[in-house]
Structure formats: structure tokens, C-alpha cells
């Protein structure tokens, strides 16, 4: 069976991240299900790794928090979108944090239907 690789990065400080990388997390999860259910019949299967930074690696380029990879190229590429950047709270601080802009909205929490759109694209178009 091919894999989809997707890889999901965040800032953990004391166990804890913030508020949109948690529901990040989540939306990826409730993705990961989505993709499963149409891929395995394909013989792709999604394959998921999470990644913490730490203080010091998110403090150097915020950007590389809630960053996602699918099959080695960012999400946003997929859907033709670009990173951007927000302040952020909790633990990150007020620091400007990565975005994602797609069709001129940007987000800041990565919508499941993103996800899966972007997944599919990828399963689709690439010899995995």
C-alpha cells in the first residue's frame, strides 16, 4: 500500500500549545478519518506525523508552528494558497504566527475540508 505522508508541526511549551494549534490538531484528526475512508480503497494510505518545536525554534521563525507537509510539499501549495501571519496569544505570546490564505481568506484554525482537499490533491497527482 502507498503512503500519503502529512506532517503537522506546533509549538508545546509545558505540554501545552495554543488555542489555534489545538483546534488545528483536531480539524487534522477529523481529516485523517476523511482521507482514510476515501484513499484506502485506492491503496493510499494517510500516514500522520506530529511534531513539537520548542521555545527556542518557534522564537526564531514563528512561522513553523501549525505547519502542515503533505507529501512533502506545504498544504497551501496544493490549494494554490500562501502562508501569512496573525498574533497569536497563550503561549506563543503575542507573536505573529503562521496563517494560511486560500481564495482570499486566511486562517488561522486549518479547516478539516481544507485538509482533505488538499490531501486528495496530493494522493491524486504524485506517485506516492
Same mark, same amino acid.
Given at each position: 500500500m502507498k503512503k500519503l505522508p502529512i506532517v503537522?508541526? /506546533?509549538? $508545546? &511549551?509545558?505540554g501545552t500549545t495554543c @488555542? /489555534? %494549534?489545538a483546534g488545528t490538531g483536531e480539524q487534522v484528526e477529523r481529516a485523517l478519518e476523511e482521507l482514510r475512508t476515501t484513499l484506502l480503497p485506492l491503496g493510499i494510505e494517510p500516514a500522520l506525523e506530529t511534531r513539537s518545536i520548542d +521555545?527556542? &525554534?518557534?522564537?526564531?521563525? @514563528? =512561522? +513553523?508552528?501549525?505547519r502542515i507537509w503533505i507529501a512533502g510539499k506545504p498544504m497551501e501549495e496544493w490549494l494554490k494558497g500562501s502562508a501569512g501571519t496573525s498574533r497569536c %496569544?497563550? $503561549? %506563543?505570546?503575542? =507573536? +505573529?504566527? /503562521? &496563517?494560511v490564505n486560500i481564495e482570499g481568506t486566511a486562517y488561522e $484554525? *486549518? @479547516? +478539516?475540508?481544507l485538509l482533505v482537499k488538499?490531501?486528495? *490533491?496530493?494522493?491524486?497527482t504524485t506517485s506516492l
Open positions: 503537522w508541526q /506546533r509549538l $508545546v &511549551t509545558g @488555542p /489555534r %494549534c +521555545e527556542a &525554534t518557534f522564537k526564531a521563525n @514563528p =512561522s +513553523e508552528s501549525n %496569544c497563550s $503561549v %506563543c505570546g503575542d =507573536s +505573529e504566527c /503562521r &496563517t $484554525v *486549518i @479547516p +478539516e475540508a488538499a490531501g486528495l *490533491i496530493a494522493a491524486l
